[in-house]
T-cell receptor, first 111, second 112 residues
Framework: GDSVTQMEGPVTLSEEAFLTINCTYT??????LFWYVQYPGEGLQLLLKATKADDKGSNKGFEATYRKETTSFHLEKGSVQVSDSAVYFCALNTGGFKTIFGAGTRLFVKA | DAGITQSPRHKVTETGTPVTLRCHQT?????MYWYRQDPGHGLRLIHY???????DKGEVSDGYSVSRSKTEDFLLTLESATSSQTSVYFC???????????FGQGTRLTVV
């Protein structure tokens, strides 16, 4: 079945460091791919998305490129801030009404 | 932001009692979902709805039932709560089913 695998956390970085959170997927068909972010005590909110191969989603300095050949959608940010500390979820949707989420990666950014 | 309200936000209940969680949306979204979030498991789908009175099971539906009598409301019932159902429950909605999901703030349920 469809699935999403993302790197285990927690990831701890110093402010202004480069961030990569790996995400790979298994899916039949051509899924849309998403990154969601969850700040403490809140629900998930969409960070960025890409709907077809080679699309790049971007928002708030975060980027991810839909790589069909490697079935990946890695999240990157060039310079993290303390306010980026959160849990990040990679997800996919193949159009079957359901979104499948990865297990989440917790990011801690130290000042 | 989609207006999604979950109630209650926190609840402590005893083993064996029925519990109902409510999700209310103001966006007229067709699709609604209930997830549970547990450490090490991420988000797991319990049940979902693709229209009024149209619901289906997700991957962890045992011990849960749902009802949707109006577009805006989606109820999750734990028929007889067990300690394994202690979790944080999230409601989500989606306009098309393929598009992004909008989440409520969650309900923290503790079964003692």
């Amino acid at each position: 079945g469809d699935s999403v695998t993302q790197m285990e956390g927690p990831v701890t970085l110093s402010e202004e460091a480069f961030l990569t959170i790996n995400c790979t997927y298994t899916a039949t068909g051509y899924p849309s791919l998403f990154w969601y972010v969850q700040y403490p005590g809140e629900g998930l909110q969409l960070l960025l998305k890409a709907t077809k191969a080679d699309d790049k989603g971007s928002n708030k300095g975060f980027e991810a490129t839909y790589r069909k050949e490697t079935t990946s959608f890695h999240l990157e940010k060039g310079s993290v801030q303390v306010s980026d500390s959160a849990v990040y979820f990679c997800a996919l949707n193949t159009g079957g009404f359901k979104t499948i989420f990865g297990a989440g990666t917790r990011l801690f950014v130290k000042a | 932001d989609a207006g999604i309200t979950q109630s209650p936000r926190h609840k402590v209940t005893e083993t064996g009692t029925p519990v109902t969680l409510r999700c209310h949306q103001t966006e007229n979204h067709r699709y609604m979902y209930w997830y549970r979030q547990d450490p090490g498991h991420g988000l797991r789908l319990i049940h979902y709805s693709y229209g009024v009175k149209d619901t289906d099971k997700g991957e962890v539906s045992d011990g849960y039932s749902v009802s949707r009598s109006k577009t805006e409301d989606f109820l999750l019932t734990l028929e007889s709560a067990t300690s394994s159902q202690t979790s944080v429950y999230f409601c989500a909605t989606s306009g098309t089913g393929e598009s992004e999901a909008f989440f409520g703030q969650g309900t923290r349920l503790t079964v003692v």
